[in-house]
């Protein structure tokens, strides 16, 4: 196994660690926002957020990782069709904040 594989497994790793605490950050936000009231609503709005703001990043991430592994396989073409991806989405957020 090369440093590159191990890098990219790690990557993959920690990818689906982010997937499980968005899961859980959302799952409990709701939960909490349905059952609490009072100063403790506003924990309950933030956790929701912060779940979606994670949701909204592991794509972003995947498709980080999906570059990093084809520059390093020597797949110049996916590589850059990923940065086109990446690009496609920066340009949609940019422009769905204006």
């Not at 605490?21 to 409990?28: F, Q």
């Not at 703001?53 to 972003?60: E, Q, S």
């Not at 086109?84 to 920066?90: D, E, N, P, R, Y």
């Amino acid at each position: 196994m090369t440093t590159t594989s191990t890098a990219a497994a790690r990557l993959r790793s920690g990818l689906r660690l982010l997937l499980a605490a968005t899961s859980a950050c959302l799952g409990l936000g709701l939960v909490m926002s349905f059952l609490v009231a009072g100063p403790v609503a506003h924990v309950a709005t933030s956790m929701v957020w912060t779940g979606l703001a994670l949701l909204v990043t592991v794509p972003i991430l995947n498709v980080v990782a999906v570059f990093v592994d084809e520059w390093a396989a020597g797949r110049r073409a996916f590589a850059w069709a990923a940065v086109g991806v990446i690009l496609l989405l920066a340009a949609t957020t940019i422009y769905r904040l204006r």
